[in-house]
């Protein structure tokens, strides 16, 4: 009894002298108590992180045997071979798509930008893992095999032969080489003219063929072993065989800001003259031989005009490759925008077949070829 009187006094002192400190003084304890409180705790979990308490040892993931089969050390070595896998990517994104469609559309986006070639084949089979367990995992396998089952019933041929006839011609090989070489010089004229430089390579495959296929003994000296375009000098001027009158033409509607052909502003001055001889410079620029660049610009003009002359009268045919190298074939004077437009132009005869100018363009613009070089742009025209 006396020693429970004895703690009720010590209390009653303690709380007395607590009273007689000044209120700042009070405050000054709490926070040194406080903070002794938490350094008290910072200690302890630092003990407890050195003694490895709170450590997370993890473990091997239930998956490592199945991901170790794609690690990097088991691509796919032999190059032939990639083509054959990615072909059977798809029939995989296929499928994918029908039971996770948002996952398919990303590998494929992924695979388009992907710089490796098995890139998209990996993809899938990182995809595959959660398929497994996934419970319409059954449903994917079964439609894959469905798929690659009716592939393998027809064999995969050993014909090497190009599906557009005339590309098998002897000079595609040798055309393709000394196009590559004016690559610097065709991207410069697309970048002024504001035109996709794809087209102007499709007018330039169009009026190749044509001269190789009309004089064949007169070209194949320069273009087989030589690996050079035929540049015209009489009749039509350049790589691309550009009248005079038309190349007038193309200047004028440059400047004329009336025109239906007009292009703006920005491009009144991309071909000014640099000498009081209009005449002599207009031909010594498309003749040379050493550098194309103004065949190509002539070109790009011609096609840039062409088009908005069409847009403006309510057509457009900026997505109609076909309408635009048949119209830059015939000239300014053949264009005239309607309803329904016709894909033609100049008869080319290549290996007794006949083709024309607007079906050779559209067959190179739209087969792949050079596609490293000239891709297809997502908008053919800077202004659309």
Request: hydrophobic share 35%; proline share 3%.
């Amino acid at each position: 009894m006396s020693t429970e009187v004895s703690k009720n006094q010590e209390r009653k002192s303690l709380w007395k002298s607590w009273k007689s400190f000044k209120i700042r003084t009070r405050i000054f304890i709490i926070f040194v108590f406080l903070f002794a409180c938490a350094g008290a705790g910072m200690l302890g979990a630092y003990g407890l992180y050195q003694l490895g308490i709170t450590n997370n040892k993890g473990g091997v993931d239930e998956n490592n045997r199945y991901l170790a089969n794609y690690s990097s050390d088991n691509r796919i070595a032999d190059s032939s071979k990639i083509f054959e896998e990615n072909l059977k990517s798809y029939l995989n994104l296929v499928a994918l798509n029908k039971i996770y469609p948002t996952n398919a559309h990303l590998i494929m986006d992924a695979g388009r930008y992907s710089e490796r070639a098995d890139g998209m084949n990996q993809m899938i089979y990182a995809a595959n893992m959660y398929l497994q367990e996934d419970e319409r995992g059954q449903q994917y396998q079964k439609m894959v095999k469905e798929l690659q089952s009716v592939l393998e019933k027809y064999p995969t041929s050993s014909n090497t032969d190009h599906l557009i006839p005339w590309m098998n011609e002897e000079a595609w090989p040798a055309l393709k080489v000394a196009i590559v070489k004016d690559l610097e010089v065709i991207e410069e004229a697309g970048r002024l003219t504001g035109v996709d430089p794809r087209l102007i390579v499709g007018c330039l495959v169009g009026e190749q063929i044509r001269l190789f296929n009309s004089n064949r003994e007169k070209f194949k000296q320069y273009l087989g072993p030589m690996k050079v375009l035929s540049v015209q000098s009489q009749f039509s001027l350049g790589v691309n065989g550009i009248k005079d009158f038309t190349a007038m033409q193309v200047e004028k509607n440059l400047k004329d800001s009336t025109s239906v052909f007009y292009m703006g502003k920005k491009y009144e001055h991309i071909l000014d003259f640099k000498t009081a001889d209009p005449a002599s410079e207009r031909v010594n620029r498309l003749v040379d031989y050493h550098n194309h660049l103004y065949s190509y610009i002539y070109t790009g003009c011609i096609l840039h005009q062409t088009m908005l002359q069409w847009k403006r009268a309510g057509y457009d045919i900026s997505n109609r490759p076909d309408i635009l190298f048949t119209l830059f074939n015939l000239g300014f004077a053949a264009s005239k925008p309607g309803p329904d437009p016709k894909c033609g132009g100049s008869h080319i005869t290549v290996n007794d077949r006949i083709y024309t100018f607007g079906v050779i363009g559209n067959d190179f613009y739209y087969s792949g070829e050079l596609s490293k070089e000239f891709p297809l742009k997502a908008k053919a025209f800077a202004n659309e």
